[in-house]
């Protein structure tokens, strides 16, 4: 596969136009491949009873031949036509499975020769797993039999996974519901059949605003492309092998039995279809099934959404989110927004949450009524329930006890504090799967407690934690706290009463593995070898500092293996995120921790440390704004305060050449770096990644911007460096995936920046990366950025010549100019 370029070579008296160049893929230095082409570590997934650990060993990078098979996108979906199945997936490809606590570990016999394993899932009763396999031409379904370590396939199915999860355990473990592809439907559409008419679109006086999406629906043969792949047939897939088909074929989103395995609740998108919407706003109708077939209730038929306001915590009207109660037989759920699903309206309450129960012909009970916007439920028993609940405009979460056995009794506050508060955050509370294998609240013995797993931010650093917390006297008990030398995290609750369960550990100098925690006993799990032990011991520093506003800002700063301070200071990658903050103070706390494991994944900036420069990683960004004021009323301000301000502190250290510094970014990334050339002179030159640079094409609100264009032009205009390319003098290099699927940052916002800045003669490069969407994946395709980045660093930031009008006018630089 080629890398094609379109250049232009621009002179003051004439234009001579190129012809696209052929660009062969390049490498980095040997070092910078050595690390991406680290083996990945496995995944790990446990039994709820805590008997067993299953271990995934991880595809490596796909190639670009693999990366480059057939994809359809469509109605915000992409698929593989050949397979119908999901285009872009990380497989495993082998499994591994080690009982606990006695360590014997059974390598899984009987997977298909070259495996890509997906959707693995225990079943309730923890005896069997099930995954998809994806071949050339299918997506298959397989049974691993736990205590034999033995694999088989589940002959005569191939599996629609169009919407990711193709099937699901039925509460008694003897069966399982999958979603088919329906038997006989025929070759797929024509698409170059000529049209019967125009494409039209048409609204009669209704707000319909929408946000900027990706891979719509664009014409009557998308329309018949999408029901062709995304049509499917639920199946009642017993492990024997028998089968049998409930209900009629459909779009069907979902498929989910009772917690009792009695009834099935089926969600199925239908026509009129949009084309400015992806099918998560299709119409849906929501139906309940027989375990046999036969239709048990028609519960709603919901319309398009496509008049939702556009606000963060906005919602269609009318019943959403239909779920079953996790801790009962057969009840349904769901919520109604009482404010026409604008949150802004002043009303007492905002969301109210209802159940029915089977046989769904009852009245509808009330449960509770919110004053915030209703984000979740979590069951735990007949008594005790908690309900979530947030609001966008100043961050508030709250969280509230509910009795499902006495709805009458208005809830009472749990948790309530910011989402952007990180050091009061109390902890989320802690689930595991019942008997018919749904979440619910790990309660221990007693009934009386939840378990709170927490991130455990300080001014220290990140330090996750358990805390018990009695329900009735919200008294809490710190059980567990993780300490330095390590950054230790909760990852499952095994038993509350010997206070067991598991974690994964890391290091600066180890990698994670996985430990038992028994009290103050500790039981190695997994011995996971460090990736990167070429490298030798990386040299990771947390900065804490503030900017000119009193903002406290942090950011992580490597050093090459073997740098000394007599070295002086280093030429320097800096690397940042904007996030927008309500409070400064919450802006100013402290996040990640010293005692992390550097993990090189193909975004991460620390490769250049083995080329001698330093890395800023993670700088702090946070664009403020407090009571009315918005954050990005101030936007660029904030942002080349804090960027000076990171250049300062390494400075100050002896470790960073002010002069010598270079800013990257990725996507929300890559837009702050060209907002940073055209608004300092910080730099000696900018990285951009599949970024967004006009914001006037994502009109109706971006990032965490929920103000439309028409409501503040001056802040998108301001915002926009596409506006300020005239100004943008720094050599600044543009990267963009193919085929970006990420709302708002198409590549044509890359494509018009480009020409914006060629026009007033930037120092600009423009590569296209064959295939990629948002993330990058194929292996050839990382190489080669990696080696522009690396060339690019090279010429402008660690030797770079002096900047004259003639070095700095040159026009397109061709695609094996840069050396």
Same mark, same amino acid.
């Given at each position: 596969?080629?890398?094609?370029?379109?250049? *232009?070579?621009?002179?003051?008296?004439?234009?001579?136009?190129?012809?696209?160049?052929?660009?062969?893929?390049?490498?980095?230095?040997?070092?910078?491949?050595?690390?991406?082409?680290?083996?990945?570590?496995?995944?790990?997934?446990?039994?709820?009873?805590?008997?067993?650990?299953?271990?995934?060993?991880?595809?490596?990078?796909?190639?670009?031949?693999?990366?480059? $098979?057939?994809?359809?996108?469509?109605?915000?979906?992409?698929?593989?036509?050949? *397979?119908?199945?999901?285009?872009?997936?990380?497989?495993?490809?082998?499994?591994?499975?080690?009982?606990?606590?006695?360590?014997?570990?059974?390598?899984?016999?009987?997977?298909?020769?070259?495996?890509?394993?997906?959707?693995?899932?225990?079943?309730?009763?923890?005896?069997?797993?099930? =995954?998809?396999?994806?071949?050339?031409?299918?997506?298959? #379904?397989?049974?691993?039999?736990? &205590?034999?370590?033995?694999?088989?396939?589940?002959?005569?199915?191939?599996?629609?996974?169009? =919407?990711?999860?193709?099937?699901?355990?039925?509460?008694?473990?003897?069966?399982?519901?999958?979603?088919?592809?329906?038997? @006989?439907?025929?070759?797929?559409?024509?698409?170059?059949?000529?049209?019967?008419?125009?494409?039209?679109?048409?609204?009669?006086?209704?707000?319909?605003?929408?946000? !900027?999406?990706?891979?719509?629906?664009?014409?009557?043969?998308?329309?018949?492309?999408?029901?062709?792949?995304?049509?499917?047939?639920?199946?009642?897939?017993?492990?024997?092998?028998?089968?049998?088909?409930?209900?009629?074929?459909?779009?069907?989103?979902?498929?989910?039995?009772?917690?009792?395995?009695?009834?099935?609740?089926?969600?199925?998108?239908?026509?009129?279809?949009?084309?400015?919407?992806?099918?998560?706003?299709?119409?849906?109708?929501?139906?309940?099934?027989?375990?046999?077939?036969?239709?048990?209730?028609?519960?709603?038929?919901?319309?398009? &959404?496509?008049?939702?306001?556009?606000?963060?915590?906005?919602?269609?009207?009318?019943?959403?989110?239909?779920?079953?109660?996790?801790?009962?037989?057969?009840? #349904?759920?769901?919520?109604?927004?009482?404010?026409?699903?604008?949150?802004?309206?002043?009303?007492?309450?905002?969301?109210?949450?209802?159940?029915?129960?089977?046989?769904?012909?009852?009245?509808?009970?009330?449960?509770?009524?919110?004053?915030?916007?209703?984000?979740?439920?979590?069951?735990?028993?007949?008594?005790?329930?908690? &309900?979530?609940?947030?609001?966008?405009?100043?961050?508030?979460?709250?969280?509230?006890?509910?009795?499902?056995?006495?709805?009458?009794?208005?809830?009472?506050?749990?948790?309530?504090?910011?989402?952007?508060?990180?050091?009061?955050?109390?902890?989320?509370?802690?689930?595991?799967?019942?008997?018919? @294998?749904?979440?619910?609240?790990?309660?221990?013995?007693?009934?009386?407690?939840?378990?709170?797993?927490?991130?455990?931010?300080?001014?220290?650093?990140?330090?996750? =934690?358990?805390?018990?917390?009695?329900?009735?006297?919200?008294?809490?008990?710190?059980?567990?706290?993780?300490?330095?030398?390590?950054?230790?995290?909760?990852? *499952?609750?095994?038993?509350?009463?010997?206070?067991?369960?598991?974690?994964?550990?890391?290091s600066a100098t180890q990698p994670p593995n996985y430990y038992l925690r028994q009290n103050s006993r500790l039981v190695p799990l997994t011995s996971f070898p460090n990736p990167y032990a070429t490298i030798g011991s990386l040299k990771k520093q947390v900065l804490q500092y503030k900017r000119p506003d009193g903002v406290a800002l942090t950011a992580n700063l490597y050093l090459p293996p073997n740098y000394k301070k007599e070295d002086g200071p280093l030429p320097t990658l800096m690397e940042a995120y904007p996030r927008e903050y309500k409070d400064k103070n919450d802006a100013g706390q402290v996040s990640g921790s010293p005692y992390t494991f550097t993990r090189f994944g193909w975004s991460s900036p620390v490769f250049w440390v083995t080329q001698g420069y330093a890395v800023m990683q993670g700088v702090s960004i946070p664009i403020v704004g407090e009571g009315t004021k918005e954050p990005n009323d101030t936007y660029?301000?904030?942002?080349?305060?804090?960027?000076?301000?990171?250049?300062?502190?390494?400075?100050?250290?002896?470790?960073?050449?002010?002069?010598?510094?270079?800013?990257?970014?990725?996507?929300?990334?890559? =837009?702050?770096?060209?907002?940073?050339?055209?608004?300092?002179?910080? +730099?000696?030159?900018?990285?951009?990644?599949?970024?967004?640079?006009?914001?006037?094409? *994502?009109?109706?609100?971006?990032?965490?911007?929920?103000?439309?264009?028409? $409501?503040?032009?001056?802040?998108?205009?301001?915002?926009?460096?596409?506006?300020?390319?005239?100004?943008?003098?720094?050599?600044?290099?543009?990267?963009?995936?193919?085929?970006?699927?990420?709302?708002?940052?198409?590549?044509?916002?890359?494509?018009?920046?480009?020409?914006?800045?060629? @026009?007033?003669?930037? !120092?600009?490069?423009?590569?296209?990366?064959? +295939?990629?969407?948002?993330?990058?994946?194929?292996?050839?395709?990382?190489?080669?950025?990696?080696?522009?980045?690396?060339?690019?660093?090279?010429?402008?930031?660690?030797?770079?010549?002096?900047?004259?009008?003639?070095?700095?006018?040159?026009?397109?630089?061709? &695609? !094996?100019?840069?050396?």
């Amino acid at each position: 596969m080629k890398l094609h370029l379109l250049t *232009t070579l621009a002179f003051a008296c004439c234009t001579l136009t190129v012809a696209a160049q052929d660009a062969s893929y390049q490498q980095p230095p040997k070092a910078i491949v050595d690390l991406v082409e680290a083996a990945p570590t496995p995944r790990v997934s446990f039994a709820s009873n805590g008997q067993w650990m299953l271990m995934m060993d991880v595809q490596d990078m796909p190639t670009i031949e693999e990366l480059s $098979q057939p994809e359809l996108r469509i109605a915000g979906l992409r698929l593989n036509p050949r *397979t119908n199945g999901p285009s872009r997936v990380s497989y495993s490809t082998s499994l591994r499975l080690k009982r606990l606590p006695d360590g014997k570990e059974l390598l899984v016999q009987g997977l298909p020769k070259t495996a890509r394993i997906s959707e693995v899932g225990w079943s309730p009763d923890n005896t069997k797993i099930a =995954f998809t396999n994806t071949t050339d031409k299918h997506v298959e #379904l397989w049974l691993v039999d736990v &205590a034999a370590a033995s694999a088989r396939l589940v002959p005569n199915l191939f599996l629609n996974s169009a =919407f990711g999860d193709s099937y699901t355990w039925t509460p008694d473990s003897k069966s399982l519901l999958a979603t088919a592809v329906v038997g @006989g439907r025929g070759e797929a559409p024509a698409t170059n059949v000529a049209p019967t008419g125009p494409i039209v679109q048409e609204n009669t006086g209704r707000k319909a605003a929408a946000r !900027t999406y990706q891979d719509l629906l664009k014409n009557p043969a998308d329309e018949r492309l999408f029901d062709y792949y995304a049509t499917a047939q639920v199946v009642k897939v017993e492990v024997t092998g028998r089968m049998q088909p409930l209900g009629s074929p459909g779009v069907i989103e979902s498929a989910k039995p009772s917690p009792d395995g009695r009834f099935v609740l089926v969600k199925t998108r239908h026509r009129p279809y949009s084309y400015t919407l992806p099918v998560s706003s299709f119409p849906q109708r929501v139906d309940v099934l027989n375990i046999d077939g036969t239709l048990a209730k028609k519960l709603v038929d919901l319309p398009l &959404a496509d008049n939702v306001p556009i606000a963060f915590d906005a919602v269609p009207v009318g019943p959403r989110g239909h779920n079953w109660r996790a801790d009962a037989p057969a009840t #349904l759920y769901w919520a109604e927004a009482q404010d026409g699903g604008n949150l802004k309206k002043d009303v007492p309450v905002h969301d109210k949450v209802f159940m029915l129960a089977a046989p769904f012909d009852g009245t509808t009970q009330l449960l509770a009524e919110l004053p915030l916007r209703y984000r979740g439920m979590q069951w735990g028993t007949s008594t005790l329930a908690l &309900a979530n609940g947030y609001r966008w405009a100043d961050r508030k979460e709250m969280t509230w006890i509910v009795n499902p056995s006495a709805p009458t009794v208005t809830p009472t506050v749990l948790f309530d504090h910011s989402s952007q508060d990180t050091y009061h955050d109390p902890g989320t509370p802690a689930q595991h799967r019942n008997a018919a @294998g749904y979440p619910v609240l790990f309660t221990g013995k007693s009934g009386d407690a939840i378990y709170l797993l927490g991130q455990g931010s300080s001014p220290e650093g990140d330090r996750p =934690f358990v805390d018990q917390m009695n329900i009735k006297t919200r008294q809490t008990e710190r059980w567990w706290r993780s300490a330095a030398p390590y950054y230790e995290v909760p990852v *499952t609750m095994l038993d509350a009463d010997r206070h067991e369960f598991v974690t994964r550990r890391e290091s600066a100098t180890q990698p994670p593995n996985y430990y038992l925690r028994q009290n103050s006993r500790l039981v190695p799990l997994t011995s996971f070898p460090n990736p990167y032990a070429t490298i030798g011991s990386l040299k990771k520093q947390v900065l804490q500092y503030k900017r000119p506003d009193g903002v406290a800002l942090t950011a992580n700063l490597y050093l090459p293996p073997n740098y000394k301070k007599e070295d002086g200071p280093l030429p320097t990658l800096m690397e940042a995120y904007p996030r927008e903050y309500k409070d400064k103070n919450d802006a100013g706390q402290v996040s990640g921790s010293p005692y992390t494991f550097t993990r090189f994944g193909w975004s991460s900036p620390v490769f250049w440390v083995t080329q001698g420069y330093a890395v800023m990683q993670g700088v702090s960004i946070p664009i403020v704004g407090e009571g009315t004021k918005e954050p990005n009323d101030t936007y660029t301000e904030q942002l080349v305060a804090s960027a000076k301000a990171a250049i300062d502190e390494g400075a100050r250290l002896g470790v960073v050449d002010p002069k010598r510094v270079a800013v990257m970014g990725h996507s929300y990334g890559a =837009f702050m770096t060209a907002n940073l050339l055209a608004h300092s002179n910080l +730099f000696k030159a900018g990285i951009a990644r599949s970024g967004a640079y006009n914001r006037t094409l *994502t009109p109706f609100g971006f990032q965490a911007e929920e103000r439309t264009y028409w $409501q503040a032009p001056q802040v998108y205009q301001a915002m926009s460096p596409f506006n300020y390319a005239d100004k943008i003098k720094t050599p600044i290099l543009l990267i963009h995936g193919e085929a970006d699927n990420n709302s708002g940052t198409f590549p044509l916002q890359s494509e018009r920046f480009y020409n914006a800045l060629k @026009g007033h003669g930037a !120092t600009v490069r423009y590569v296209v990366l064959p +295939f990629e969407a948002h993330s990058y994946a194929a292996r050839e395709n990382i190489l080669h950025m990696l080696w522009e980045m690396n060339s690019w660093l090279d010429k402008y930031v660690k030797s770079p010549a002096p900047t004259t009008s003639s070095t700095q006018n040159t026009g397109d630089v061709g &695609a !094996t100019n840069v050396k």
